[in-house]
């Protein structure tokens, strides 16, 4: 139906943008049918969305943490 959830840091300025726009399109990794969300966690509701496109081949990256070794003598 266009009800979006975001997750970290997307919640941020989405739903605000979102409500705010004329015309909302909605960029999706997965589509879900209706009833599998749960009302309580939609950020933005369907009305705000006019336009779904599924998105294809994301590439998920993992940052890695890099710790510098301590200088000799410590």
């Given at each position: 139906?266009?009800?979006l959830?975001y997750r970290?840091?997307a919640?941020?300025?989405?739903?605000?943008m979102?409500?705010?726009?004329?015309?909302?399109?909605?960029?999706?990794e997965h589509?879900?049918?209706?009833?599998e969300?749960?009302?309580d966690?939609?950020?933005?509701?369907?009305?705000y969305v006019q336009?779904?496109?599924?998105g294809?081949l994301?590439?998920?990256?993992?940052?890695r943490?890099?710790?510098?070794?301590a200088?000799?003598?410590?």
């Amino acid at each position: 139906m266009g009800n979006l959830v975001y997750r970290k840091t997307a919640r941020n300025f989405n739903p605000m943008m979102a409500t705010a726009a004329r015309v909302t399109i909605a960029e999706v990794e997965h589509l879900v049918e209706v009833g599998e969300l749960d009302g309580d966690h939609v950020h933005t509701p369907s009305v705000y969305v006019q336009r779904i496109i599924q998105g294809e081949l994301y590439e998920k990256r993992i940052e890695r943490r890099t710790v510098r070794k301590a200088p000799a003598g410590d």
